[in-house]
């Protein structure tokens, strides 16, 4: 997500902290460059002009110019204005009706409309303890409803009954009456869509909107349209009056000109955004944490909030017994491997942390990806019991039996194990350290005998103590541990990650990241 616009503004940016003092023509040219940037990135004209207007208006003032770090605050200026044009602070689905609560999904056909559906149900199921009903509109796509049906099995969420030859303003007025009768706290009604806009559509979802009185109108745009898609919602906005905006597909948009000019153009918010197409990769869209990774500034706080939703606790308790004995086998390495696939992968992860934007060639330079985990998982599990609990064991011969299980060379085998080697070793050392952020860093996660005194359990904090969470665990101040002497082995020689910006990962024992080696680098002594 915003992957090219990320990398350009972030060297454009870097150009103005390496100055000792800046000029207004300094910052004209930098604006220039961030402006065929932003149109780069698909973002609408008008949006681009304001956008700049706004920074060089702030910009080009004595307090910015003759101050101490006139490159910082200039970057501050454009984090401000780019959190404004994506909104200011977030919104979420609001429930807050009588319930039965209708909430109306609309959009053109292969937006994601139906899947979003069911992920919002699932979440809203899950999250929120809500009794969800779904209901499909769609009497003209072939299966459409089916779809809906199977969808719902997935999720864990009921469906309304298929009664065949009902219109959409039926089928919408027999789920309202079924969900007030069933007990349930939302009714999500998933409309027909259509190729492109027309007459007939709007017809239909104006019917149904007068019919149900929908306390939310989300719109489900795909963000890969880019400026089609927010004449899409323009449109719906004109005709049905929308009140929240679903963009999917985010993780395939590495320009990002739909999510910036949406709420700039339309004033509405986006809500929720579509990061993949698993039932579960559905995230909130907070503009101040989207604003910081299109800057290379990371998200630590959703870091945080994903970890805290995936990680097993039994099984991290267990772990953080074991790493307390100084133990660590090729069963915990897998397991710390599945737990970075259920974070996101390796790219979903990388992603939030501050400062990898810039590292981006180099790691694909290095083959690093998500490939990579599933390879060294397919290692692990083509060994025996007896051979991941001691992997001394290992010999020529059993490492060719592996390759070919694993359907790998015995040459990956050997980073693997070396990698293995270099964690257990830091886990050993670790052992005899008591405390330490890296301490406080595993009991937030449940790895080391719970919350450290006076930390709030992140799951159960508002966004405001979250916010407050990212710039306590910020890379100044102390916050994050740096990386130490010895560089960072797997990746190229030279490749080294910015001072203090390498946090150890939730789940993953605090043995840096799976592939690259142990953070702490050097010999084994």
Known sequence: MFGTLSERLSGILSG??????????????????????????????????????????????????????????????????LIETLGGEGEVISLDAVPPVPILMVGLQGSGKTTSTAKIAKRLTERNKKKVLMASLDTRRPAAMEQLAVLGQ???????????????????KRAIEAGRLGGYDVVMLDTAGRVTL???????????????????????????????????????????????????????????GAALSMRAVTGKPIKLVGTGEKTDELDDFHPSRVANRILGMGDIVSLVEKAVQ??????????????????????????????????????????????????????????????????????????????RRNP????????????????????????????????????????KQKGGMLGKLGGMFGLGGGLPAGMPDPSKMDPAQLEALQKQLGAGGGGLPPLPPGGFPGLPKGVTPPAGMMPKLPGLGGGGLPGLGGPFGGKKK
């Open 16 to 81: 103005l902290t390496r100055r000792g003092a800046l000029t207004e023509e300094d910052v004209n040219a930098a604006l220039r460059e961030v402006r065929r940037a932003l149109l780069e990135a698909d973002v609408a004209l008008e949006v681009v002009r304001s956008f700049t207007d706004k920074v060089r208006e702030r910009a080009i003032g004595a307090e910015v110019l003759k101050s101490v770090t006139p490159g910082q605050q200039v970057i501050k200026i454009v984090n401000d204005v």
């Open 154 to 172: 997935q999720v864990g969420v009921q469906t309304l009954p298929i009664v065949a030859g009902q219109s959409a303003v039926q089928i919408a």
């Open 198 to 256: 027309d007459d007939t559509l709007m017809e239909e979802v104006a019917q149904v909107k007068a019919a149900t009185g929908p306390h939310e109108v989300l719109l489900v745009a795909d963000a890969l349209t880019g400026q089609d898609a927010v004449n899409t919602a323009r449109a719906f906005d004109a005709r049905v009056g929308l009140t929240g905006i679903v963009l999917t597909r985010m993780d395939g948009d590495s320009r990002g």
């Open 392 to 431: 001394d064991l290992l010999k020529n011969s059993r490492k060719k039996r592996i390759a070919a299980g694993s359907g790998t060379s015995p040459e990956a085998i050997n980073k693997l194990l070396k990698m293995h080697r270099g964690m257990a070793d830091m886990m050993k050392a670790m052992k």
């Open 310 to 387: 995936t990680v097993d606790a039994d099984k991290a308790q267990a772990l953080a017994q074991r790493l307390a004995k100084g133990n660590f086998d090729l069963d915990d390495l897998r397991m710390q491997l599945q737990q970075m696939e259920k974070m996101g992968g390796f790219g979903g992860v990388m992603g939030l942390l501050p400062g990898m934007a810039q590292m981006k060639n180099q790691l694909a330079a290095a083959k690093v990806d998500d490939k990579m985990i599933a390879r060294q998982v397919a290692i692990i599990n083509s060994m025996t019991p007896a051979e």
